[in-house]
C-alpha cells in the first residue's frame, strides 16, 4: 500500500540545522511531485515546499525560503527537507505528503509526521 | 497569497445532523479546491478535490460545492467519527494556503 514515513525530527537549538527524511513505498515515486507541509502546535496546516516529480523545480512558502530546501533521491525512494537557520517558529510537526496525480497541487497521501522543537 | 477564509471557526451538532461548512477565497480559484478532514494526533486526510470530486474511499455523505471565491463543504448525516476538524485548501497558485479551520464538536 502507499506509505509514506517521516524521519529525522528531534529538539534543536536556535540557529542550528536539521534535515528531515520521508521514506516512500507502494507507487512509483518518480512519478509524483512531493510536498512538505507543517503544522504548529495547536495552529492549522501550513504549506512549506513541492519539488516536482524530476527534482527540476521547486517552490518555497516565504517564511522557509532562504533556510529550508527542498530535494529529492529518485533512485532511493526519499524525499528531503534540509531546514538552516532554526527558529522557535519552525517548531512544528512536519509531514512529507504526495501530489495528486492531476497537475500535483493538491496532497491526497500523507506521512504520520515527525516533530521538530526548536528550543535553547 | 490567496487567502482563504473558512466560517464558522466551531460548531456544535448532533449525531444525524446536516452540517454546512463555508470557505471562501480572496481571489478567483476556479474549482482548484480540496476540503480535508483532520483529528487529534494525525495527518489531515483528503475528502474532496476540484471543489466537488469525492476521493477514492470518501463516504458520499460528503459533498463539495461552488467555484470562483465561494465554496461548501456538506457532511449529510453527521456520525461520531465525523468529529474532527476541517480545512479547506487551494492549489490555484503558489504558496498553497490553507483556511483556519472548522472544528465540528458534539452538542
Known amino acids: 500500500q502507499v506509505q509514506l514515513v517521516e524521519s529525522g525530527g528531534g529538539v534543536v537549538q536556535p540557529g542550528r540545522s536539521l534535515r528531515l527524511s520521508c521514506a516512500a513505498s507502494g507507487f512509483s515515486f518518480r512519478s509524483f511531485a512531493m510536498h512538505w507541509v507543517r503544522q504548529a502546535p495547536g495552529r492549522g496546516p501550513e504549506w512549506a515546499a513541492v519539488v516536482i516529480y524530476d527534482g527540476s523545480d521547486k517552490y518555497y512558502a516565504d517564511s522557509v525560503k532562504g533556510r529550508f530546501t527542498i530535494s529529492r533521491d529518485n533512485s532511493k525512494n526519499t524525499l528531503y527537507l534540509q531546514m538552516n537557520s532554526l527558529r522557535g517558529d519552525d517548531t512544528a510537526v512536519y509531514y512529507c505528503a504526495r501530489g495528486s496525480s492531476t497537475g500535483g497541487r493538491y496532497m491526497d497521501v500523507w506521512g504520520k509526521g515527525t516533530t521538530v522543537t526548536v528550543s535553547s | 497569497d490567496i487567502q482563504m477564509t473558512q466560517s464558522p471557526s466551531s460548531l456544535s451538532a448532533s449525531v444525524g445532523d446536516r452540517v454546512t461548512i463555508t470557505c471562501r477565497a480572496s481571489?478567483?480559484?476556479?474549482?482548484?479546491l480540496v476540503w480535508f478532514q483532520q483529528k487529534p494526533g494525525k495527518a489531515p486526510k483528503s475528502l474532496i478535490y476540484?471543489?466537488?470530486t469525492l476521493q477514492s474511499g470518501v463516504p458520499s455523505k460528503f459533498s463539495g460545492s461552488g467555484s470562483g471565491t465561494d465554496f461548501t463543504l456538506t457532511i449529510s448525516s453527521l456520525q461520531p467519527e465525523d468529529f474532527a476538524t476541517y480545512y479547506c485548501?487551494?492549489?490555484?497558485?503558489?504558496?498553497?494556503?490553507f483556511g483556519g479551520g472548522t472544528k465540528v464538536e458534539i452538542k
Open positions: 476540484a471543489a466537488s
Open positions: 481571489q478567483d480559484i476556479s474549482n482548484y
Open positions: 485548501q487551494q492549489y490555484n497558485s503558489y504558496p498553497l494556503t
